[in-house]
């Protein structure tokens, strides 16, 4: 039977230079990066799983790199090392997906051998095809009880194999144990720079391998074969295993799976794996320290009795601008909101690829002699004069940016009910002076909470009014809320934002004074259009417009803290 090899099958998905779509192998993605724009599987969990591989080989292979100046090096040759190819070499046959010695499996889970309550269908692997980590709303014949019986190819079993380990939820289990616990970042937003191509994208997210987690740092694949015995000496009793560095971190192996190959006269295809929970991670999933997952940021404990950071999540009700500065380099500058409004500075962590990105970008303009040249300014006389407003992700370019991509799924309870991938640029400004940076994008988003408090206050002003009415007695705290949470004024002036605040990051190249005008004049709009919604929701009758009235004064307060412009 074909073993499937993955180094040398065309499995990963890329969008190429010329923007065509493709699938290439494990080695050409590797040692062909520049020849690919990006990893683009079309699923933000799927793609950030294969970037993780590629920098857990990466690491392993050329055991580095050891600062962001040797990062710079790799960036500008544009290919990396021969350790690369050797190290493939060496480990070639730990990489295909059926035989002796599976990747990232345990070769013995075989349904016929260790009991039939270890077998499942294949869609146990995916979140949004039938996992019991799923809502209700996703296929329900895949569910436990459900009748599919397709199948998947080598390479879509490939794919889901290495998602699933990285993002698999924690929950009842009873195969090795009663409850798995979640793969380690399988609930933290991911953070990815980007370069101009695949190479300089993973240059830029090689962050520095520290020499104390060389040695100990071993994939699945360097490691010894994961055995059914041995997950069973892990449960009995439990004894969670410490992940000594970043590649065993970006290559967990949360479960234990066997793909289960059948031959058909259209090739081999999975339909069954066998399943159970998979070696226990000691600590904090995102690590602690100098052990940090690279891609996650810490933020700030929102409980006053712990202090412990946490990392960051996308969630559902706002998008990663409004956290921007979970991104930045300062520690010192998170920004969280009160529940009940207001702004609060509290220390948190930024994640270690975006902070490297930026030092790589920095070194490699050292190498190229352009530390310290004047920006050139953007000229309506010489369009083509190197400049472009939206900035090019290459060190090379007259005016470089970093995109930041976030990949992450939304859960509730154990409950996976949405994924997400957002990009947001930062402009040149970050590259050249994070600090500066970091400030104006601070008072942003600090303005943007005022704003956004002030209407908050307006909208249930105006709703203990319209149920108050004309009576003596003020109505209850419970239904004020229940009403406000009917008046869409809140999510019409955030939603109104996203684009403005993307404008103002790149803006910042140009004149942070007229950025700041711009983004002011936003703010503004964006804060009367979300108060229209209520007004119409008040009605235009008597009571309507005397709430209305008597509402509107802590919007208008907060608009009026603004500069550079008049109120409404």
Not at 39 to 51: C, V
Not at 219 to 226: A, V
Not at 401 to 412: R, S
Request: glycine residues 8%; contains cysteine; neutral net charge.
């Amino acid at each position: 039977m074909d073993t499937y090899p993955l180094l040398d099958r065309k499995w990963v998905p890329v969008v190429t230079l010329t923007n065509n779509h493709e699938l290439v192998s494990l080695c050409e993605s590797l040692l062909n990066a520049a020849s690919y724009r990006r990893i683009d599987a079309g699923h933000p969990l799927k793609t950030s799983a294969l970037y993780r591989l590629h920098l857990a080989l990466l690491h392993r292979a050329l055991v580095g790199p050891m600062d962001a100046d040797q990062g710079a090096e790799w960036y500008l040759a544009g290919r990396f090392p021969d350790g690369v190819a050797q190290y493939l070499d060496r480990y070639a046959d730990r990489f295909h997906l059926f035989g002796t010695q599976p990747f990232m499996q345990v070769a013995g889970l075989d349904p016929a051998a260790v009991g039939e309550n270890f077998r499942s269908h294949w869609t146990r692997l995916s979140t949004e095809e039938g996992s019991p980590n799923t809502t209700a709303l996703f296929n329900v014949e895949a569910r436990p009880g459900g009748n599919r019986s397709d199948a998947l190819t080598p390479a879509q079993a490939a794919l889901h194999l290495l998602t699933h380990q990285t993002f698999a939820l924690g929950g009842l289990i009873k195969r090795f144990t009663t409850s798995a616990r979640a793969a380690p970042v399988a609930t933290a937003g991911l953070f990815l720079a980007e370069g101009a191509n695949l190479h300089q994208t993973l240059c830029l997210n090689l962050v520095p391998y520290l020499a104390a987690m060389q040695e100990q740092d071993l994939p699945p694949w360097e490691d010894e074969p994961l055995t059914v015995e041995h997950i069973r000496a892990r449960y009995d009793p439990e004894r969670p295993r410490v992940a000594a560095g970043y590649a065993s971190r970006y290559a967990w192996p949360s479960r234990s799976v066997l793909l289960l190959p059948e031959e058909t006269p259209q090739g081999v295809v999975v339909r069954s794996i066998g399943f159970g929970a998979g070696i226990p991670l000691e600590g904090a999933g995102e690590g602690s320290g100098t052990g940090t997952d690279p891609m996650v940021s810490l933020r700030p404990s929102r409980d006053p009795k712990n202090d412990q950071p946490f990392p960051y999540k996308l969630r559902r009700e706002r998008l990663l601008w409004r956290d921007m500065n979970a991104l930045l380099p300062d520690p010192a500058a998170q920004v969280s909101e009160y529940r009940k409004g207001g702004v609060k500075v509290k220390a948190g962590t930024p994640p270690k690829t975006v902070s490297h990105a930026r030092d790589v970008m920095r070194a490699a303009a050292e190498r190229l002699g352009r530390t310290g040249e004047p920006k050139p300014a953007p000229s309506q006389n010489a369009p083509n004069d190197g400049w472009e407003e939206e900035g090019t992700p290459d060190a090379r370019a007259p005016h470089p940016v970093i995109p930041v991509v976030v990949f992450g799924q939304l859960t509730d309870q154990g409950k996976a009910f949405a994924m997400r991938q957002e990009t947001y640029t930062l402009p040149e400004a970050f590259i050249q002076n994070p600090e500066t940076f970091r400030d104006h994008v601070q008072a942003a988003l600090t303005d943007a909470g005022t704003v956004g408090e002030g209407l908050r206050r307006s909208v249930h002003l105006l709703a203990h009014g319209l149920l108050k009415k004309d009576g003596d007695r003020d109505p209850h705290k419970d239904d004020v809320g229940k009403l406000a949470a009917q008046i869409p004024a809140e999510p019409t002036y955030w939603a109104g934002l996203d684009t403005p605040f993307r404008t103002y990051l790149l803006a910042l190249d140009v004149d942070t004074k007229a950025a700041l005008t711009e983004w002011h004049t936003a703010l503004r709009r964006a804060a009367l259009k979300g108060w229209r919604t209520a007004e119409q929701a008040a009605g235009m009758n008597a009571v309507g417009l005397r709430a209305v009235q008597v509402a509107q004064g802590p919007l208008l307060k907060a608009l009026g803290t603004l500069k550079n412009g008049d109120t409404p």
